[in-house]
């Protein structure tokens, strides 16, 4: 077996212990049908423009050229039941943060807009070994947005970062998906506001599915590069061990194989279509990845009108290993491509 693949096998087991620790109080499978066939659009509404957005750097930020930004959500949830919930025991994230990050001092004519992954407590390994090589090599500024349930924007009594975000309470799921889309949307047409000529949009894992929803939901980023990513959510439930705990605690709840398999399809997300045209993205992906089944981003790499792809060795947690290769690839789809 290959060190990428073994290394992915590891950490789904290690997942089995943090996400056993405990499992969601909330079993929302009687709501979820409101989120059934519903268009992109009705799912993924599109927000309207950013006020009031503030700087909360200190000197310390201004000295390293990175400016911290906040602002406060206006996503609406859907479902009646739950807003009690979203809006006082899960109040924390109600405010967006994010990191702006202009290395030269002054801005440049594009921007990158970063989406982190799943479970990740904040931004400090990408600002220090990830962002300046990529501000640097693809001559970019970047913005790094915090997700619901992360971070700064964690709720109270989580036991680590991303706890609450993606479990069986699918109802919370669900709403942290839209809004992450909700928030990451308002953040680029913010940024647009600001004068950048080009933004894109790039993330890993989650962070790579929520920047190809990006790509099916106009007004588009100019491009779009998902890391080790895929839209198949139902299939990621059945299969990615990282998933254990959220497909046994649907279990628990009398959510079979069957009927997980038509709550997923009857959301859609791998049916979504792009706006974006494929010259436009950029999918890097794992041949060996344990978590991110490399058949099934073939699969939609076809219904997509085959995107420019490039293919790592190695599996879905050692891409870090990689960083070169994923850079050099990026700056060539640019150069090539969108500029």
């Not at 990428?4 to 789904?12: N, W």
Request: aromatic share 10%.
């Amino acid at each position: 077996m290959s060190i990428g693949r073994s290394a992915d096998i590891v950490a789904g087991r290690l997942s089995r212990i943090l996400h056993g620790i405990r499992g969601p109080r909330h079993n929302t499978l009687p709501d979820i049908p409101q989120y059934f066939d519903l268009a992109p659009g009705e799912f993924f509404p599109t927000p309207p423009p950013l006020v009031d957005v503030e700087d909360e750097s200190s000197v310390a930020t201004r000295l390293s050229r990175t400016t911290t930004l906040s602002w406060v959500s206006q996503h609406e949830v859907l479902c009646p039941r739950y807003r009690t919930r979203h809006e006082t025991e899960y109040r924390s994230i109600q405010k967006v943060w994010a990191r702006w990050i202009k290395p030269d001092g002054k801005q440049r004519p594009e921007c990158l807009v970063y989406v982190h992954g799943w479970l990740e407590p904040g931004s400090w390994v990408e600002e220090l070994f990830m962002f300046p090589r990529w501000t640097r090599e693809l001559d970019v500024d970047v913005l790094h947005v915090s997700l619901p349930f992360h971070g700064r924007r964690n709720s109270p009594g989580a036991l680590f970062s991303g706890e609450h975000y993606w479990t069986a309470d699918l109802v919370r799921s669900l709403e942290g998906i839209r809004q992450s889309i909700f928030d990451v949307r308002s953040a680029i047409e913010w940024l647009r506001g600001q004068g950048y000529s080009r933004i894109g949009a790039t993330g890993i894992s989650l962070g790579g599915s929520l920047a190809m929803l990006l790509a099916c939901l106009p007004p588009t980023p100019d491009y779009v590069v998902p890391i080790v990513a895929h839209l198949m959510l139902g299939e990621a439930v059945e299969h990615a061990s990282i998933l254990w705990s959220m497909k046994r605690d649907l279990e628990r709840w009398g959510a079979n194989s069957d009927r997980r398999r038509e709550i997923f399809s009857r959301i859609g997300f791998e049916r979504y279509v792009p706006v974006l045209s494929p010259n436009r993205q950029l999918w890097i992906d794992a041949r060996e990845d344990a978590h991110i089944d490399s058949k099934l981003v073939i699969r939609q790499w076809e219904d997509w009108g085959r995107p420019h792809i490039h293919w790592l060795p190695g599996g879905h947690m050692t891409f870090p290993l990689h960083l070169g290769e994923i850079t050099n690839a990026m700056r060539r789809f640019l150069d090539e491509q969108i500029r």
